[in-house]
């Protein structure tokens, strides 16, 4: 079936402007996950959504990033005023909830911030 | 809080030669979860096994085996007679089970060559 997808693949944006990236889970899969790659380095946890349940946000660097789930569907993570060290590569991923969930991922959105 | 470490960060070998690539993790938690996960150049993460802290035995699938050892929090991935297509960055990642915490913690990544 289908895998976790992502738009765009590539967003280029000026300092001080806002982006929206979009996350289109694996059907069936509850949980929603986003992290950021930064060049050369591990990811970092940002948001998890679960459900309906309120979202983990223990993860988002600053007051600049929401993000957003419709149900059980598409998520959009924004982040408003961007800066230069935002730039890096986001990525969603999608699991089961039910035992084990392996997360599996999208292939990411490349964000340039000039 | 959790910890995964990836100490090498860089790896280069010559085809068909056999390669480790070390991950260790700490936590506090008795009951969690270990990954790998694939990074090739196109960027997609490709899941490659779950291993689950009770289940310390070996696995092996085809070319690739792994190495749980909870004496030494070690979960340690090896390719034997590795291929140019081997070549990626590899993460290890660790999720605890207890509270409500179900994202990864991933190690910073090995980046490995394989040579022709």
């Known amino acids: 079936g289908a895998g976790v997808s992502q738009s765009p693949s590539n967003k280029v944006t000026e300092k001080g402007k806002d982006v929206e990236l979009r996350c289109d889970p694996i059907s069936g899969h509850t949980a929603l996950y986003w992290y950021r790659q930064r060049l050369g380095q591990g990811l970092e946890f940002l948001i998890y959504f679960q459900g309906n349940s309120a979202p983990d946000k223990s993860g988002l660097p600053s007051d600049r990033f929401s993000a957003e789930r419709t149900g059980e569907s598409v998520s959009t993570l924004t982040i408003q005023r961007t800066q230069q060290e935002d730039s890096a590569v986001y990525l969603c991923a999608s699991s089961h909830t039910l035992g084990v969930d392996t997360q599996y991922f999208g292939p990411g959105t490349r964000l340039t911030v000039l | 809080a959790q910890k995964v470490t990836q100490a090498q960060t860089e790896i280069s070998v010559v085809e068909k030669e056999d390669v480790t690539l070390d991950c260790v993790y700490e936590t506090r938690d008795t009951t969690y979860y270990l990954f790998w996960y694939k990074q090739p150049p196109s960027g997609e993460l490709v899941f490659l096994i779950r291993?689950?802290?009770?289940?310390?035995q070996n696995e092996i699938s085809g070319r690739y085996s792994w190495n749980f050892q909870k004496s030494t929090s070690s979960f340690n991935f090896t390719i034997t007679a590795s291929q140019v297509v081997d070549s990626a960055v590899y993460f290890c990642a660790l999720r605890i089970t207890s509270g409500s915490a179900r994202q990864l913690t991933f190690g910073s990544g090995t980046q490995l060559t394989v040579l022709p």
């Open positions: 291993r689950n802290s009770f289940d310390e």
